[in-house]
């Protein structure tokens, strides 16, 4: 963006909420970082409070009920969060004539066929989470708004622990180790979001959907494996070297069903000249930068 902008970032206290908001603040525009304490999603009053009395260019919106297994037994409140809430946020940026960015998932696409899923692939929510954001995605693209729906999967970053924090902990306590063998996506650093973010938002005609993220495909297993290669290389103890196999089907305690193949085709992103590298390379950099000999996160 050649100009500084007045952005609101919904869900900072998030992976990648607080990297957007870091890195458009380093990048000289005004934030306004709002958390899931300063803006319940669950109570519109709050929201029309928040972005009826704010002035912003733009919003950025990350927030989002995010755990699959509370959206199975909380559908209502699920829908008010991920979708009600979005379409209202939406209509303030209309009111205001300001951008906005939606974040929406993987997970909405259909995921029975192998391969990358393009913008315009079938679409087949198979669990309240992914049905209710792409209701989100619906409410804002309909809203009048010019509007961005980022589409991202598996994030990780030095926000908040995800897969690859957890998974060398565990590596560094325990001999043996295992993760979901026939499951694939894509990692996403949300460092690499961020940029793309703003990216975006400095495209005043660009609207509608696209894939955000790193490029390539992977398992959970081979995610892993690749987190502990990185940490073994650098010197950090660990006790397990090597991720076993689980099958998706092994995991009872799952109580909202995932789809299979969700890695995504970011050609239409990579056409409007945004980057998008390797996950692999991402993965590297991250456990590289915030992990320190002995496995420990670095300060």
Known sequence: MNQAMRVIVTGTGGRLGGAVARHLRLRGHRVVAWDRKAVDLGEPERIDDHFGAAAYDAVVHCAAATSLEWCELHPEEAAVVNAEAAGRIAGHCWAQGARMVQVSTDYVYDGTVPGLRKEGDLLAPCGVYAKTKLAGERAVLESGARVVVARVSWVFGPDRPAFPDQLIERARREETCA????????????????????????????????????????????????????????????????????????????????????????????????????????LREYVRTYYVAGGQSAE
């Open 179 to 282: 993760a979901i063998g026939d499951k694939w996506s894509t990692p996403c650093y949300s460092v690499d979001l961020a940029e793309q973010v703003e990216r975006l938002l400095g495209m005043e005609d660009v609207e509608g959907v696209f894939n955000l993220g790193n490029t390539g495909e992977c398992t959970w297993q081979e995610y892993g494996q690749a987190a502990l290669d990185v940490a073994a290389e650098m010197g950090v103890e660990l006790r397990c070297r090597t991720v076993g196999a689980q099958r998706l089907a092994e995991m009872t305690g799952f109580l909202a069903p995932r789809p299979v193949y969700t890695a995504m085709d970011l050609t239409k992103l990579k056409a409007l000249g945004i980057p998008a590298r390797p996950w692999r390379e991402a």
